[in-house]
């Protein structure tokens, strides 16, 4: 009987040794790139199984145990990211594989599968980490491969990649030298033996707020969030859809880590209320400029500002008391949104590769070839808005119980704006498929009408978004079992 | 200790004034290698004010130097290429979206 | 050695801040990297006065040699694009913003560092060297104990890599030779790198040393040759060992920590008794792969077989290729 500790090694493993392989012999691309995406798929499925069946478990690396050693987390929200990024890897990996060949400028497609298949171990290595500076290094692994991923795009979305690169780079270094603080005081880099020793005084007030802002960059939420639009809105659909429902999600998956782990004893009512403030803001501020988009794929990665904001949510709400409510409910939202938003960059992909241009007049008419890309648009904008029966809806259901619960209206009332403006910046978005057909005098020379007829879109490109927003419906449907997965952790807060 | 210490403490504070006044895209580059190296620093002070010396802090920055000279490179070959784009709009803040990405 | 030390420190710490100062407030973009390059330099001074001469030595070659190629070799295309864009925004460059800001947050962040009790986990490393398979508690550390780290860190190596390769072509070396004397030297200096690296790769097991410094010499001896005139080796072709020989190092850590799990241990684990040479193993494709990254880092770009775009004429991602 294979033990189950195996599905980690095998889920941080074998994205980098298919990586090498395929930097070897790009001739192999993608079939080595989609057996093993299905393989981590299902063996991501394996580990959140096991995590349901025993409980939570913690692995420690080469035999040595903390505070020598490095050690893996494998709890119930480690396990849902895992699937949550294979889910998004293995999508994006098929929707890549079928674009049409010329079509869009690339900066080197021979590229596109390393980096790819690194980015997803990197990702993997960071949701398993239990030492902060393994995480450390995991985040610099994640930065640079989404950094090329960006550039593969050439043009202005190099220029993105530069701001992002240096957003990212001065994040980490704020983050350790939270780190080095935190080591300092304790001779202590694991989470769970922090958790244990630490004790609210300055040092580790000091090491908590430099390690949450360099995340807080990193996780681009409001004022820090100017990094983003750019970099989403021009990469490849594939690479801006891993970004904004993983790389994202890491991030924001460790300000959660910590701050319900070790810190848990500074999470005070002000600071609290501090980032939950900081969440409304995103919220409302990222679905307003969302509303002013006029290009399909910018109003996607403002919305991905937006939405963070809610996970953020968690921290008055369980500061407040709703622990258990506000818990369930702003994981099982992160993880619908990571689902739904990577559904949405990967439909609006197909409708622009379909129409040629993303801009929204010129997104009517005959509709033939991007169907199924729309109807994949629709069913992630419902998750998004939190339309029952939906993931999104049972997130905010669960959000809203615990604002209720602890008599917090206020944060209830930021929800019900944020789901408001959600509705009304998709609604614009699906909107713009109902509209008759323009041809816009002048086009730039990038934005060039496909040559072929829309026939010559592979179903694969809009079946690949259909999946991932099915699943996001799926979410919903699965709720009970979702809520006992996430319980099943090590990081769930007494 | 007490000088490097300090030497630390003032190293961050120039890497991170840099960072945000620096007008060229190389000197950001410098400016976070400055701040990096001000981390670096603190954890080696750690390291000797422990007594036996702990060779943990050591590994962490060693590890971090090849980190370090790695992200640079990337930036460095980044920057080098937008450049000469870069040139022809001097205040362009960015096409294609409307907000406060400037 | 207290007061003669103590002004040592005092004066080296001057040093490194004014040159600190210089590289990021420099008006001429040479002088600032230079500065910048001597900055390294006195660093390695500090970490041998701190007791870290494995962190000496990686810094002189890396923090200062190799940073220093990469930021010279980018200056000379960034000299006449110098791009005096905002893409942050800036706050009031005002003193009277920074002098009190800047106060307030030396002051906090020393009172916190000040208060450090700094227990370490020297006794731990010391009490768990004998099973680690070598003498020197850094390599221990590096290859045994934290070993993931060290393999990620590989890892972000070769991933530098080939995201520069992603970014397009290596430009032309620089044309202009300064000096006939340089190609002479370096075909002296080069075998003595290379005995210097091996040194240190070998010392590493019971002194300062091991991979990393070894590395990081070979890497900077790679690069001085380069500057000396010599052609590079490195093609990125398919056909070519290249590949390869840049993913060994990656390669063999993936596949020392599979070996763990297949034998019934841990992840990374070791077999019983097979520490020492395995950490060797490690070291020397460690040591490798750490130099020949460093040089590909160097060359800012894919090393193709029909040789590089001339400088400047199509420039680098101007092409928007489609294959």
């Not at chain 1, 704020?174 to 958790?195: E, F, I, N, P, S």
């Not at chain 1, 069913?379 to 602890?406: D, E, M």
């Not at chain 3, 008794?273 to 494709?285: N, Q, S």
């Amino acid at each position: 009987m294979i033990p189950e500790t195996t599905g980690p090694v095998v889920l941080f493993s074998l994205p980098l040794a298919a990586a090498i392989v395929v930097f070897i012999r790009p001739r192999w691309a993608v079939p080595i790139t989609l057996i093993s995406g299905a393989m981590l798929l299902a063996t991501a499925l394996w580990v959140v199984v096991a995590v349901l069946q025993h409980g939570a478990w913690r692995q420690d690396i080469g035999g040595w145990a903390a505070p020598l050693g490095i050690g893996w987390t494998v709890d119930g929200l480690s396990a849902a990211m895992l699937l949550l990024n294979a889910a998004v890897g293995l999508a994006g990996a098929v929707f890549h594989a079928a674009r049409p060949a010329g079509r869009t400028p690339v900066r080197d497609p021979r590229f596109f599968w390393p980096l790819w298949l690194f980015l997803w171990g990197g990702l993997n290595a960071l949701f398993l980490a239990a030492d902060l500076f393994n995480v450390y290094v995991a985040l610099e692994f994640v930065s640079i491969a989404s950094v090329g991923l960006i550039g593969l795009a050439g043009g202005s979305a190099q220029a993105a990649a530069w701001r992002y690169l240096l957003a990212t780079l001065l994040g980490s270094t704020l983050y350790l030298l939270g780190v080095a603080l935190l080591y300092g005081r304790y001779a202590a880099l694991d989470l769970a033996l922090l958790a244990e020793v630490i004790e609210p005084d300055l040092i580790t007030a000091v090491a908590a707020a430099l390690m949450t802002l360099g995340l807080l960059l990193k996780a681009a939420v409001f004022p820090l969030h100017f990094w983003l639009p750019a970099a989403h809105g021009r990469a490849l659909p594939a690479v801006s859809a891993v970004l904004s429902a993983v790389v994202i999600t890491a991030a924001y998956y460790w300000m959660v880590r910590l701050w319900f782990g070790p810190f848990a004893p500074l999470l005070g009512p002000e600071v609290a209320t501090l980032l939950g403030l900081l969440g409304a803001v995103a919220i409302l501020w990222g679905g307003l400029l969302a509303l002013l988009q006029r290009h399909l794929k910018m109003l996607i990665a403002y919305s991905t500002v937006s939405q963070l904001g809610y996970g953020l949510l968690v921290f008055p709400l369980a500061a407040a008391g709703a622990v258990q409510p506000a818990w369930t409910g702003a994981m099982t939202l992160v993880l619908a949104h990571g689902l739904a938003k990577a559904a949405l960059f990967l439909a609006a992909g197909a409708i622009v590769l379909r129409h040629g241009i993303g801009r929204f007049e010129a997104l009517g008419g005959d509709q033939r070839g991007a169907v199924i890309a729309w109807v994949a648009f629709a069913i992630a904008s419902a998750s998004l808005v939190g339309l029952p029966p939906t993931g999104g809806f049972v997130g905010k259901w669960w959000l809203a119980q615990a604002a209720v619960a602890t008599g917090a209206y206020f944060w209830l009332a930021v929800l019900m704006l944020g789901t408001a403006s959600t509705a009304a910046y998709l609604w614009r978005a699906l909107q713009a498929a109902a509209q008759p057909a323009r041809v816009l005098p002048d086009r730039a020379p990038q934005d060039r009408a496909p040559q072929d007829g829309p026939a010559a879109l592979s179903p694969a490109l809009g079946l690949s978004a259909l999946v991932l927003a099915l699943a996001s419906t799926a979410l919903g449907l699965a709720a009970p079992i979702v809520a006992r997965l996430l319980d099943a952790g090590l990081a769930v807060p007494g | 200790m007490t000088v490097y210490l300090s030497l630390a403490g003032v190293l961050f504070l120039i890497g991170l004034h840099g960072f945000f006044t620096a007008g060229s895209l190389l000197r950001r580059l410098l400016a976070l290698n400055v701040l990096t190296t001000a981390v670096f620093l603190l954890f080696v002070v750690m390291a000797r004010l422990a007594e036996p010396l702990d060779p943990v802090p050591h590994a962490i920055v060693l590890t971090g130097i090849v980190v370090t000279v790695s992200n640079t490179a990337v930036a460095l070959a980044l920057v080098v290429r937008i450049a000469g784009r870069v040139r022809a709009h001097p205040d362009d803040a960015g096409s294609g979206s409307r907000g406060d990405a400037g | 050695m207290g007061v003669a030390g103590l002004i040592f420190d005092g004066l080296l710490a001057l040093a490194l801040a004014w040159l600190a100062w210089q590289s990021t407030r420099a008006v001429d973009l040479f002088h600032a990297v230079v500065s910048f390059i001597v900055f390294g330099l006195l660093m390695a001074l500090a970490w041998v006065r701190l007791e870290a001469p494995d962190i000496a030595l990686a810094e002189a070659a890396i923090g200062a040699g190799a940073t220093g190629a990469l930021l010279l070799s980018a200056l000379d295309r960034l000299a006449t694009h110098d791009a005096r864009r905002r893409l942050l925004y800036e706050p009031a460059t005002a003193w009277g913003f920074w002098i009190p800001a800047g106060g307030a947050l030396l002051g906090g962040l020393t009172l916190a560092a000040w208060k450090l009790p700094a227990p370490g986990l020297g006794h731990e490393v010391l009490a768990a060297l004998k099973g680690s398979g070598v003498d020197h508690p850094v390599t221990a550390v590096l290859l045994n104990f934290r070993a993931l780290d060290t393999l990620l860190e590989i890892g972000v190596l070769l991933l530098a890599a080939v995201t520069i390769w992603s970014l397009g072509r290596a430009p032309s070396p620089v044309a202009a030779m300064p000096s006939p004397a340089l190609p002479a030297l370096g075909r002296l200096l080069f075998p003595v790198f290379v005995l210097v690296a091996a040194y240190l790769l070998w010392r590493g097991s019971h002194a300062p040393g091991g991979a990393f410094p070894a590395g990081a010499v070979l890497g900077a001896g790679a690069i001085l040759m380069r500057l000396a005139g010599a052609r590079s080796w490195i093609r990125s072709s398919e056909r070519g060992p290249w590949r390869w020989i840049l993913s060994l190092g990656l390669a063999m850590m993936l596949a020392a920590a599979v070996t763990g799990p297949l034998s019934g241990q841990a992840f990374f684990e070791y077999p019983p008794g097979t520490a020492g040479p395995m950490i060797l193993l490690l070291e020397v494709a460690a040591g490798l792969s750490i130099a020949l990254l460093l040089f590909a880092l160097y060359l800012r770009g894919e090393p193709r077989d029909d040789g590089p775009w001339p400088d400047g004429q199509r420039g680098d991602g101007q092409r928007e290729g489609v294959r």
